[in-house]
Nanobody
């Protein structure tokens, strides 16, 4: 079974930068696409970005040009570099991973809080 552990996050001022990371452990043989979602109070969970095992990336419209997702396959870790942060980026950021065997499964981390405020 795969377990995801996020780190990073915290409080940052508007316009600042912050990084979060997510490490997968356990049976990572079939680890596939990994990504980040976020959820602000009262809002639905939304996709922030994802990255495939081959490095192809996708970004949500609200973060394009400001966030960068990257991946270290050897360490089964993904990173999200966030810049030009805005108050509306405030949310709990959840790591997500797809596992392709023995059955396709969608794994979630516990979440890490990112707060953008003066």
């Amino acid at each position: 079974q795969v377990r995801l552990v996020e780190s990073g996050g915290g409080l940052v001022q508007p316009g600042g930068s912050l990084s979060v990371s997510c490490a997968a452990s356990g049976d990572t043989r079939c680890l596939s696409t990994m990504g980040w979602y976020r959820q602000a109070p009262g809002n639905e969970r939304e996709l922030v970005a994802f990255i495939t095992t081959h490095g192809s990336t996708y970004y949500g419209d609200s973060v394009k040009g400001r966030f960068t997702i990257s991946r270290d396959n050897a360490e089964n870790t993904i990173f999200l570099q966030m810049s030009d942060l805005r108050p509306r980026d405030t949310a709990v950021y959840y790591c997500n991973a797809m596992v392709d065997c023995p059955a396709r499964e969608n794994i979630w981390g516990q979440g890490t809080q990112v707060t953008v405020s003066l």
